[in-house]
């Protein structure tokens, strides 16, 4: 049977592939641009078992989030950046209380109220924890409207198997635009055994369980927050994706993701054409960030050129990884603002030619 | 010289037929509440419940941020801690997703009626099947006596030295009196827990709610008016006779709202 094809939204596609990953539990709260995940899932979700609520506030909708995977349930919630800091108390207590749920962000223009065009100035409050304590989530960044479909499944996956909560990062545009896409991921409904810890009523045969982030006593508190970054730790060494294009003989490297990824995909085709030798490193999971590769492949570089819809965020990772053996450049536009990739080439230009 | 006598708890238990015994919904651990405080019997009164209906293995409770922040601790069923003011929205989650067990959450006023505001009207708003457990001793206990939602006025806490002004600082705020004017809620009572008798109305005040919540009849609230020694800067004897004198004619004791049907109030007289 050849594979079906759809033609949809990427909140949408988005939406459908979480009812194929059989996410039985939706709480969120409409905001432009992923309303349209709510409005999907109200519909289509319902049709299909999935218990669908539309919360009173993004706060509500996390800590309904929190109950419901704290019962044992596959559940997720989608907001856009304003909503998304709304979430943050509740998404600590989840990392901390180590929840497994999805988290969808179709990143906004900000700061403030902002804009709802697309931006992806919520790197730093999706990658480096968000709430208060140390905490890390992990950063699913799609790029295709195929991608916004894949990750769903990729997600609840990775939430499953590490107790922990996932973000999938994608842009208003990713949002809105419409793609072809198909739906050939599959996911189990009973992945991983949960029964120690999951709160389904007290049985004879075990002990109570209680999900909690409090541990008052601070020898206590460190073991768990030890704990946490062992797992972080298992996880940076285990999931990083990137996609890697055009790497043989490059002599510079674009670092990009999502939407800027797609732009600067076209932008290293017009530098070749132009008789520059240009790659781009993509990276899938922003947490875990692919370190190691931009370790490894910085001293043999010339330039670096890292492209954001933001003030460059994303850039102090790549700084980081680099430690100084490559000279890192930056382009990138803000508040709602999506650059072309002959802006972005010019841009390129200039940066190469500094000495 | 006679033989001293032990007191020893074997002995006692072995000498005298048993009156009560803690009910297996309670654990092993020693309560951290104050002397004369009204959590303990709450928790007590509400295991009580839970086993003598069998709901242990049913039940699934959520627990605030505020002096019961640790009631996991005593309560031995499945329980969730949530985030401050969140208690309902994390009920909300868990009985969406688990339709026929027992949920309940057990909050203070300053959970309740402040910072969880939001949640807890669209909850009762949405007659979302489950129990709230309300405290409302009129203070912020764990946090060291401050104002709550509910401070009467001119009490002095730690934050209304001066005793709370309705101009500047609002008046109390009859959360319970507000729930049960939306249609979806189904019993909403005020209950207290400072005499024997008062402790036997709020129990059977809390088997009727889990019974509705068994026949699926909708959102339950159960405001215990309680005292708080410790905020109030009182003994406990004489925090119950303040409490009757000055909370009781603001939050008068009964049924506000049964079958989903509002109860005419009596004029309160003291």
Redesign the interface.
């Known amino acids: 049977m050849s594979k079906e094809i759809f033609f949809m939204k990427g909140n949408e596609a988005l939406a459908e592939a979480s009812i194929r990953a059989n996410c039985k539990g939706y709480f969120g709260y409409p905001i432009t641009p992923q309303s349209e995940v709510l409005e999907y899932l109200s519909e289509e979700g319902v049709k299909r078992g999935m218990v669908v609520l539309q919360a009173e506030s993004e706060v509500a909708s996390i800590n309904m989030v929190y109950g419901a995977s704290g019962a044992g349930f596959r559940v997720m919630t989608s907001s856009s950046s304003p909503g998304i800091s709304l979430m943050q108390e509740g998404i600590s207590y989840i990392a901390s209380a180590e929840l497994p749920c999805l988290i969808v962000n179709i990143n906004r223009g900000g700061p403030g109220l902002g804009t709802i065009q697309p931006s992806q100035g919520d790197y730093f409050q999706s990658t480096k924890g968000g709430g208060h304590g140390d905490y890390k989530l992990i950063v699913l960044a799609p790029s295709t409207v195929q991608e916004m479909a894949d990750f769903v499944f990729d997600g609840f996956y990775l939430a499953e198997k590490y107790r922990n909560p996932v973000m999938i990062l994608a842009d208003g545009a990713l949002g809105q635009m419409m793609e072809k896409v198909s739906f050939t991921k599959t996911l189990e409904q009973n992945l991983f055994d949960k029964s120690s810890w999951t709160t389904t009523g007290k049985q004879n045969s075990r002990e109570r369980n209680i999900i909690t982030s409090l541990h008052i006593q601070p020898e206590k508190m460190e073991e768990v927050n030890l704990h946490l970054q062992k797992k972080y730790k298992t996880i940076e060494e285990n999931e990083v994706q990137y996609e890697l294009i055009n790497s043989e003989n490059m002599e510079y490297l674009f670092v990009a993701y999502g939407l800027s990824a797609r732009i600067s995909h076209r932008t290293i085709e017009i530098a070749n054409e132009n008789g520059f030798k240009c790659g781009l490193l993509r990276p899938k999971t922003l947490f875990p960030f692919p370190h190691k590769i931009l370790e490894e492949l910085s001293p043999k570089l010339k330039k670096i050129f890292v492209v954001e819809m933001n003030a460059g965020q994303m850039l102090e990772d790549v700084k980081l990884s680099v430690e100084g053996k490559c000279k890192v450049g930056f382009y990138g536009r803000m508040g709602g603002m999506i650059p072309s990739p002959e802006e972005v080439f010019e841009k390129f230009l200039e940066f190469q030619k500094q000495i | 010289m006679s033989e001293e006598i032990l007191l020893d708890e074997k002995i006692i238990c072995e000498e005298f037929d048993c009156v009560w015994e803690k009910p297996e919904t309670l654990t092993e651990n020693k309560m951290h509440y104050c002397p004369g405080c009204g959590h303990g019997v709450v928790h007590k009164i509400l295991m009580e419940v839970i086993e003598e209906m069998n709901l242990?293995?049913?039940?699934?409770g959520?627990?605030p941020v505020g002096c019961s922040?640790?009631a996991?601790n005593y309560m031995?069923?499945?329980?969730?801690?949530?985030?401050h003011g969140?208690a309902a929205?994390?009920?909300?989650?868990?009985k969406?997703?688990?339709p026929n067990?027992i949920v309940f959450s057990y909050q203070g006023d300053g959970d309740l009626a402040a910072i969880g505001t939001?949640?807890t009207i669209?909850t009762a708003n949405r007659g979302e099947n489950i129990l709230v457990i309300f405290i409302n001793n009129a203070i912020y206990g764990m946090t060291g006596g401050q104002m709550a939602p509910t401070t009467i006025l001119g009490m002095k806490t730690s934050t209304t030295p001066f005793g709370r002004e309705a101009t500047s600082q609002g008046f109390p705020f009859k959360i319970t009196d507000l729930i049960a004017q939306l249609p979806a809620t189904h019993f909403v009572t005020r209950q207290s827990v400072h005499t024997p008798n008062a402790v036997r109305y709020c129990k059977k005040a809390i088997q009727k709610a889990i019974k509705y919540q068994k026949e699926n009849k909708g959102y339950c609230l159960i405001e215990v008016v309680s005292n708080c020694p410790s905020g109030w800067k009182m003994t406990p004897l004489v925090s119950n006779k303040w409490m009757e004198e000055n909370m009781f004619p603001q939050y008068p004791i009964g049924d506000l709202k049964d079958n989903g049907i509002l109860i005419t109030k009596k004029e309160f007289t003291k």
């Open positions: 242990q293995s049913e039940t699934i959520v627990a922040v640790f996991y031995n069923v499945d329980m969730q801690g949530a985030a969140r929205a994390v009920a909300t989650g868990i969406r997703m688990l067990k939001a949640e669209h």
